[in-house]
């Protein structure tokens, strides 16, 4: 998991870096909140991989129910293919648990000064 680990800290440094540089989308918040929330997300994602791998016996299932499990949800909740208002209520209150937490904390490190 470690090496795993370390890939995904690197290429988050990597679209940070793109972001401020190349799309020169300004940096207001705190560098550590943003590394802790970083961790936080990667943890999750990788040992959910891992859970969903040693569940399944085939690779097949493992990506079905990857897919299903925290793609879908994570694109079709948070707002990117509708907007949030536009769904139904009960619809809404899902998308407000289910949205991604990360992008939330990401977006709030980014542009709002949070930290």
Same mark, same amino acid.
């Given at each position: 998991m470690l090496a795993y680990f370390v890939v995904g800290l690197v290429d988050s440094a990597i679209a940070v870096l793109v972001g401020v540089y190349v799309f020169r989308v300004p940096f207001r918040g705190s560098v550590p909140l943003l590394v802790?929330?970083?961790?936080?997300?990667?943890? +999750? #994602?990788?040992?959910? +991989?891992?859970?969903?791998? #040693? #569940?399944?016996?085939?690779?097949?299932? !493992?990506?079905?129910? =990857?897919? /299903?499990?925290?793609? /879908?949800? #994570?694109? /079709? /909740? =948070? +707002?990117?293919?509708?907007?949030?208002?536009?769904?139904?209520? !009960?619809i809404q209150v899902i998308t407000y648990v289910v949205r991604p937490l990360f992008r939330d904390d990401s977006e709030g490190v980014f542009l709002k000064a949070w930290g």
């Open positions: 802790v929330s970083t961790c936080v997300f990667l943890m +999750g #994602a990788l040992f959910w +991989g891992i859970f969903i791998s #040693a #569940a399944t016996r085939t690779q097949q299932k !493992a990506y079905q129910i =990857s897919l /299903l499990t925290s793609f /879908l949800p #994570a694109q /079709l /909740l =948070s +707002g990117f293919v509708w907007s949030i208002e536009s769904m139904p209520k !009960a």
